[in-house]
T-cell receptor, first 113, second 116 residues
């Protein structure tokens, strides 16, 4: 079962910041928080990941609370092309040396003009 | 550069037929994953390869599902005697490094399988 809880859907106006929350209250010390998104009829696309510090890249920012029980993905200036399902995933490396992603239902973000 | 490619993109099979789905990972990627995505749901893990070794097949739903990666590059997911509940999008992902807790997985576009 997925270890995260996300809202089913969210709306955002084009050009505004989209803030997508995720609860992961049972996260363990060696688990990372990953965000992927899936645009309609495409495979999931990696966005960003973090352990405990806030992270930023060209796509988004990830804010992780100090207790690591929740996080927020921020798309600073949402565009229509950001309309997608966003998945928050917590994961750590398995003993075989690989990272198995357990997806939940995600948040369906709709960006409107 | 080229990403992960999958073929065919769409497959229609009659119940009871065997199907083979192909995945071409990014060149040089050590890790390869297969996921199954039912309509309206998130992807679910099926199996994992590290080079040619299948290290995890815990997600394969039945013994009708079989995956291989004989030369450590291209992988094939085979489903025997397809059933209607096998209808789904089958996603392949690859990542460059084994033994890294922060490996990014790169996904292909998926193969949409419809079993009639």
């Amino acid at each position: 079962d997925a270890k995260t809880t996300q809202p089913t859907s969210m709306d955002c106006a084009e050009g505004r910041a989209a803030n997508l929350p995720c609860n992961h209250s049972t996260i363990s010390g060696n688990e990372y928080v990953y965000w992927y998104r899936q645009i309609h009829s495409q495979g999931p696309q990696y966005i960003i990941h973090g352990l405990k510090n806030n992270e930023t890249n060209e796509m988004a920012s990830l804010i992780i609370t100090e207790d690591r029980k929740s996080s927020t993905l921020i798309l600073p200036h949402a565009t229509l092309r950001d309309t997608a399902v966003y998945y928050c995933i917590v994961s750590s490396m398995f003993s075989g040396g690989y990272n198995k992603l357990i997806f939940g239902a995600g948040t369906r973000l709709a960006v409107h003009p | 550069g080229a990403g992960v490619s999958q073929s065919p993109r769409y497959k229609v099979a009659k119940r009871g037929q065997d199907v083979a789905l192909r995945c071409d990972p990014i060149s040089g990627h050590v890790s390869l994953f297969w996921y199954q995505q039912a309509l309206g749901q998130g992807p679910e893990f099926l199996t994992y390869f590290q080079n040619e070794a299948q290290l995890d097949k815990s997600g394969l739903p039945s013994d009708r599902f079989f995956a291989e990666r004989p030369e450590g590059s291209v992988s094939t997911l085979k489903i025997q005697r397809t059933q209607q509940e096998d209808s789904a999008v089958y996603l392949c992902a690859s990542s460059p490094l084994a033994r890294s807790s922060t490996d990014t997985q790169y996904f292909g576009p998926g193969t949409r399988l419809t079993v009639l």
